[in-house]
Nanobody, 123 residues
Framework: QVQLVESGGGLVQAGGSLRLSCAVSGRTFTSTMGWFRQAPGKEREFVAAIRWVSSTTYYADSVKGRFTISRDNAKNTLYLQMNSLKPEDTAVYYC?????????????????WGQGTQVTVSS
C-alpha cells in the first residue's frame, strides 16, 4: 500500500515562511511528485512538481520565485519551501505521486494523494 503523508503546515504572518514535507511509504516506481492546493470553495490547483530522477521542476506562475520544490531520493521525501507567503496562499496543500510520467501540472495524471496539510497566512 502506497501512502503519502504531508506535514509542516501551520499559521504564519504574511511575508513569513513554511517548509512542507511529504513522506512516501510503500515501495513503488515514482515518475513525478507534485504539490497542489485547494482553498475553501475553489478547485484544486497546481503549485509545483518535480521529476523524481532528473529533478526537473515545474511551477505555477503564482508561486514562481517564492516557492521551491525539492526531493530526497534516499528518504523518499518531497519538500516545498514557501517564502514570502501571501494571504492568497492560504489553502490545504496536498502532495501527489504519478507512476507513469504524465503531464505534471494536471491533477488527473496523479495516482496517489496525501491527506493534506493546512497552511494559513494572516495579513
Amino acid at each position: 500500500q502506497v501512502q503519502l503523508v504531508e506535514s509542516g503546515g501551520g499559521l504564519v504572518q504574511a511575508g513569513g515562511s513554511l517548509r512542507l514535507s511529504c513522506a512516501v511509504s510503500g515501495r513503488t516506481f515514482t515518475s513525478t511528485m507534485g504539490w497542489f492546493r485547494q482553498a475553501p470553495g475553489k478547485e484544486r490547483e497546481f503549485v509545483a512538481a518535480i521529476r523524481w530522477v532528473s529533478s526537473t521542476t515545474y511551477y505555477a506562475d503564482s508561486v514562481k520565485g517564492r516557492f521551491t520544490i525539492s526531493r530526497d531520493n534516499a528518504k523518499n521525501t518531497l519538500y516545498l519551501q514557501m517564502n514570502s507567503l501571501k494571504p492568497e496562499d492560504t489553502a490545504v496543500y496536498y502532495c501527489a505521486l504519478d507512476l507513469v510520467f504524465g503531464n505534471p501540472v494536471l491533477s488527473r495524471e496523479y495516482d496517489y494523494w496525501g491527506q493534506g496539510t493546512q497552511v494559513t497566512v494572516s495579513s
